[in-house]
C-alpha cells in the first residue's frame, strides 16, 4: 500500500540520519510553537500537530511508558520532508498519560530531537447516538480513487489510519454509501483528507438521502463533533460542497443509528 511505503520511507530517513552520526540538535530549534493534539471522541486516536521552520521529515515515538515503543509519522502521498506536521497517533487509550518524543531529519541530514514530553488523552465522549451503521455499510458509487491504496471503501473501515482519496475531483468528489436497509440516523460525521501543502480538505458537504433533497451544508474538519440528524433511510450519497481542491476524500464517515 502506497501509504505504508511513505510510512516508512520517512521513517527509514530518521533511522538512518541515526545511524549515519549526523549532529543531533534539540528540536526546539525549528518548532515554531509548542506541538498541539487534537483527539477523536473515543479518545484512542489523536492528531499531533506541528510547524517547523525548515521542511522536515519528521517522526514522533510515544508509548506508555518512557521506553515508548510505538511510532507515527507524516501520512502525506506527496512524500518527502513538510513545514506542517500532523502525525496520526493510534491505539491510546482513553484518559492515559502518554510519553512521547519529536524526531525531524532536515534537508542538510541534521537530526533534530526533542526531550521526552507527555500527553493525557481525554476521557471518551459518550454521544449516545447509536452505533456506527456505516461499518457494516457497502461503498456503492464514488466519484474516483486516486489508487487502490486509497480505495472508497477505506472511508467506512473504521481505521483512521487509512482513507478514500479522489483523484483530483475538488469540489465535484462525492461517495455513497447503502446501509443495507432503510434506517432511523441520528449522527453523522464527515473526518476529512488533507495534504501538507494544504490542498484536500472539506470544508463543508451535503448528503443526499434515498434521491431526496440534499441535507446541509454541513461543517467537517480533521476533528469534526458528530452533527445531529434526524432521518430514515438507505441509500447515502456525500458530496463535496466545499473544499481547498485537489484529491479531496475523506479519513473516515460515520453514520449513527439505533
Not at 521506553?67 to 509519522?73: H, P, V
Not at 457497502?138 to 467506512?156: K, L, P, R
Not at 484536500?200 to 461543517?219: C, H, M, N, R
Amino acid at each position: 500500500m502506497r501509504r505504508w511505503f511513505i510510512w516508512v520511507a520517512a521513517l527509514a530517513a530518521v533511522l538512518a540520519a541515526c545511524s549515519a552520526g549526523s549532529d543531533v540538535a534539540d528540536f526546539s530549534e525549528i518548532a515554531v510553537s509548542e506541538p498541539t493534539f487534537t483527539f477523536d471522541p473515543s479518545a484512542t486516536t489523536a492528531r499531533l500537530e506541528v510547524e517547523t521552520t525548515i521542511p522536515t521529515v519528521c517522526a514522533v515515538a510515544y508509548g506508555e511508558g518512557e521506553s515508548l515503543g510505538s511510532l507515527a509519522t507524516d501520512l502525506d502521498m506527496a512524500g518527502g520532508g513538510h513545514q506542517d506536521h500532523g502525525p496520526l497517533l493510534t491505539g491510546l487509550q482513553p484518559a492515559t498519560t502518554y510519553f512521547y518524543q519529536l524526531q525531524g531529519v532536515g534537508p542538510d541530514g541534521t537530526l533534530y530531537q526533542s526531550e521526552v514530553s507527555t500527553f493525557t488523552t481525554p476521557a471518551a465522549t459518550e454521544s449516545g447516538a447509536g452505533d456506527n451503521l456505516a461499518l457494516a455499510g457497502t461503498v456503492v458509487d464514488v466519484s474516483s480513487e486516486f489508487s487502490a491504496a486509497f480505495a472508497a471503501g477505506n472511508a467506512i473501515d473504521g481505521d483512521p489510519a487509512t482513507e478514500w482519496s479522489s483523484q483530483g475531483d475538488g469540489d465535484d468528489a462525492f461517495i455513497t454509501i447503502d446501509l443495507g436497509s432503510a434506517t432511523a440516523v441520528t449522527g453523522l460525521r464527515f473526518v476529512t483528507r488533507e495534504m501538507n501543502d494544504g490542498s484536500s480538505v472539506t470544508t463543508t458537504y451535503t448528503v443526499i438521502v434515498d434521491d431526496a433533497d440534499p441535507l446541509g451544508p454541513f461543517e467537517t474538519a480533521l476533528s469534526p463533533p458528530l452533527i445531529e440528524v434526524d432521518f430514515t433511510g438507505r441509500i447515502l450519497r456525500f458530496e463535496v460542497e466545499s473544499s481547498t481542491g485537489g484529491n479531496t476524500g475523506a479519513v473516515e464517515i460515520e453514520v449513527y443509528g439505533k
